[in-house]
């Protein structure tokens, strides 16, 4: 029956369409063969010209989806695809019943992390790893590793400011956070899943001006999520260009983000940039705005370029998920093969205009020991955007497996470790350099290392000083399974393979990093050291000299009850350290140390302070951005960072919640740079009661310091205090 005759009555454009997209799909599977049956060599070029119409019409569809085109428009592009291969089948009068479809694909594996650099393949290459990865997903064999968050190198704490700004790693590279301030004017994101002082859960911005003369703040503008499918996550704020940077994206709610050895999100979300101009904050106003096809996984500012690192996971809709029968799967089998491989790429926006490609699958990178039957679906991307002449200035993609990320000044790199049995534990990792000249990104060089990046934030194993890489990872004994742990210094050398400069422990120097049994908890790079902590029943801190990086040597070791999470620099010979105090090996109080450097070979606790018990805990234990420090003057640092305080019970492993709120330390600096750690004050903004018996809020806990204010961001509530009369609370605003 054709077309003309169909009679069925369509009360809405969507049912409609869900009929159409049946008959486009059923003629588009039996397309190719039927062609290459009956055509011969003119197959080519009409089924080309066929699959370019496919891509125009498959175009449309993505302007329905990013910024909602009308379905009349959709059903119209779709009726003249349906009609072009509906009239090439016909005319072909030939069976395809007898073409041979291949459905078994027990050959193929899931294209692993390699002892092997990237290197670039041809469109036809490429094009066949992503569609193994398709059929692998269809076999549930193409799981991804989630994104460590990004992280840069190490910020000490070196210069007086009047205020505090987001804490980083390293001095040059902006992180995104849900809060930034410029000394007049502070910009706030509101989370929905906290009440604002109006008892709204509005996803907005929210614009103050500051008076730090007497720890107050005024709203002054607002500037509202107007996308149902996207939240406002993170702000960059460029206040020489008097430029607001909002990062907007499809968000998976907690439990997805759990889910580290699982991607289940077999369809992409969606990253969207939009540039306000906030030279009168009171009224700002849109500039730009881009929207790009892929998860957010991480995202770093160096001056006028903003870096995005995204995760696309090509989908084909007409695959069948579910398939079963033979039949299904040669349908799945052939929608497949006969989609171009531009239609599995990301692709973006900018302005509400025309769609664009993202990157071209020739200059995709893959494991250079890939073969046919390899395959990986997912596509991540490191992308350059230049926020002064609002354009896509450079897109490298990747297609292979990997777990963290870690950027400089000047180089990005990506870690990728292998997979490993859990019984075994050997594996590798490679890692990837990538050279920022401005706003162009270069692969330059890879080096596979045993071990792997290990569970608890990758990315602060690696630093990048003097064009030399530092990286840690973890093996374990295939004997009885412990871990051990190495640290090597990695350069390039002309090569497209980074080479070993040298490594710990080694022959000259076979102290292990961390006793037997002994896992890593935090590590943390300095021009000239590495400082690591590793734990099971106490916390040693282990000092390496790395001076001259061709022979690194463990200087000094500090064993003490407890456990750093958190490490910084105060300067090259003080540390700073927060985590918990551990009794047992049973995890106490939330403890804050200062650590004496001076000398490497004898390192001291200098103070340590200890909030809370059992079940006591604070953010800054693995979200640097809720520290806030301020270099006051050359005598003295000011210090601030949330806890949530909680009391033993006389029933064993029994606690209770008392109060919540941000603790403020000084850290003073006295004649021949010896230093002191003390607790000044805390603003309580949470405690128990017969009405609330846990806290309301445990994440995105923000301060801010300007001179003698301070101001606390507690769920989407702000506070303010002067520093020393913590009595007097300003707010909630």
Request: with cysteine; aromatic share 10%.
């Amino acid at each position: 029956m054709g077309l003309g005759r169909l009679s069925v009555r369509f009360t809405k454009f969507h049912n409609y369409f869900a009929i159409i997209k049946q008959i486009e799909a059923f003629f588009l599977i039996n397309l190719r063969s039927v062609l290459e049956r009956c055509f011969g060599v003119i197959r080519t070029l009409v089924i080309d010209s066929y699959l370019e119409f496919k891509f125009q019409n498959q175009t449309n569809m993505r302007n329905k989806k990013m910024r909602g085109n009308s379905s009349l428009a959709l059903v119209s592009s779709t009726l003249a695809s349906v009609t072009i291969a509906s009239s090439l089948f016909v005319l072909s009068g030939c069976n395809s019943s007898d073409d041979k479809v291949n459905i078994d694909y027990s050959n193929l594996q899931k294209s692993s992390v390699q002892d092997s650099p990237l290197t670039g393949v041809s469109g036809g290459d490429f094009s066949t790893y992503i569609k193994n990865g398709i059929r692998l997903r269809l076999s549930g064999q193409n799981d991804s590793i989630a994104l460590a968050s990004v992280s840069e190198g190490d910020q000490l704490g070196i210069g007086t400011s009047s205020f505090s700004t987001t804490n980083v790693h390293e001095i040059g590279v902006d992180e995104a956070d849900r809060m930034k301030y410029d000394g007049n004017y502070l910009y706030q994101v509101n989370q929905d899943y906290f009440e604002t002082t109006e008892g709204n859960r509005n996803n907005n911005i929210r614009v103050f001006s500051s008076d730090p003369e007497n720890a107050t703040l005024q709203l002054v503008s607002e500037i509202e999520n107007e996308s149902e499918e996207l939240r406002v996550s993170d702000l960059f704020l460029r206040a020489d260009a008097q430029q607001l940077v909002t990062i907007n994206k499809t968000e998976f709610y907690a439990w997805d983000s759990m889910l580290i050895d699982l991607d289940w999100r077999w369809t992409s979300g969606k990253t969207q940039v939009q540039l306000y101009d906030v030279q009168t904050p009171e009224n700002p106003s849109e500039q730009w705005k881009i929207e790009i096809e892929g998860n957010l996984e991480g995202s770093r500012r160096i001056d006028n370029i903003l870096y995005l690192v995204t995760r696309y996971i090509p989908n084909i809709e007409e695959i069948d998920y579910a398939a079963s029968s033979d039949d299904e799967k040669i349908a799945n089998e052939r929608l497949i093969a006969n989609t171009p491989v531009s239609d599995l790429l990301p692709h973006y926006q900018t302005n509400d205009g025309a769609i664009r490609s993202l990157v071209d699958a020739d200059d995709c990178l893959v494991n250079e020991g890939n073969d046919d039957n390899d395959g990986y679906a997912d596509i991540i991307t490191l992308s350059a955007i230049d926020l002064d002449t609002q354009q896509v200035t450079s897109s490298v993609c990747l297609n292979t497996n990997i777990q963290g990320i870690y950027s400089s000044t000047s180089g990005f790199y990506i870690g990728g470790s292998s997979n490993f049995s859990w019984f075994g534990f050997a594996g590798f990792t490679s890692v990837h350099k990538f050279d920022l000249d401005g706003s162009n990104i270069e692969y330059k060089a890879s080096k596979s290392l045993p071990g792997t990046l290990g569970w608890n934030n990758a990315s602060f194993r690696m630093s990048e000083f003097n064009d030399q890489l530092r990286i840690v990872t973890t093996d374990f004994n295939q004997s009885n399974n412990d871990p051990e742990h190495h640290l090597t210094v990695l350069a390039e050398d002309g090569s497209n393979e980074l080479e070993v400069i040298s490594s710990l422990p080694n022959d000259i120097n076979p102290e292990p990093i961390g006793k037997v049994g002994e896992d890593i908890f935090a590590v943390r790079f300095t021009d000239s050291r590495a400082y690591i902590v590793t734990f099971e029943r106490v916390d040693p801190l282990y000092v390496i000299d790395l001076s001259t990086p061709e022979s690194p040597v463990i200087a000094g070791a500090l064993e003490i009850p407890g456990f750093s999470r958190y490490l910084h620099p105060l300067s090259e010979d003080w540390l700073l350290g927060i985590g918990n105090e551990a009794e047992n090996g049973l995890i106490q109080g939330v403890k804050v140390e200062l650590y004496d450097i001076r000398d490497m070979s004898n390192p001291l606790v200098k103070d340590k302070l200890v909030f809370g018990d059992r079940g006591s805990y604070s953010e800054a234990t693995y979200d640097l951005r809720s520290i806030s420090l301020l270099n006051v003057s050359e005598q003295q640092q000011r210090l601030a960072i949330p806890i949530d305080i909680w009391q033993q019970l006389s029933q064993p492993s029994s606690s209770q919640w008392l109060e919540s709120g941000l603790f403020l330390f000084e850290i003073d600096t006295a004649e021949n740079d010896e230093r002191s750690l003390t607790l000044s004050g805390k603003m309580i903004t949470e405690s128990f009661s017969g009405e609330q018996s846990h806290p309301s809020s445990q994440v995105g806990g923000r301060s801010q310091l300007h001179d003698d204010a301070v101001f606390y961001l507690h769920g989407n509530r702000f506070y303010g205090s002067l520093w020393g009369d913590w009595g007097t609370q300003n707010g909630p605003y």
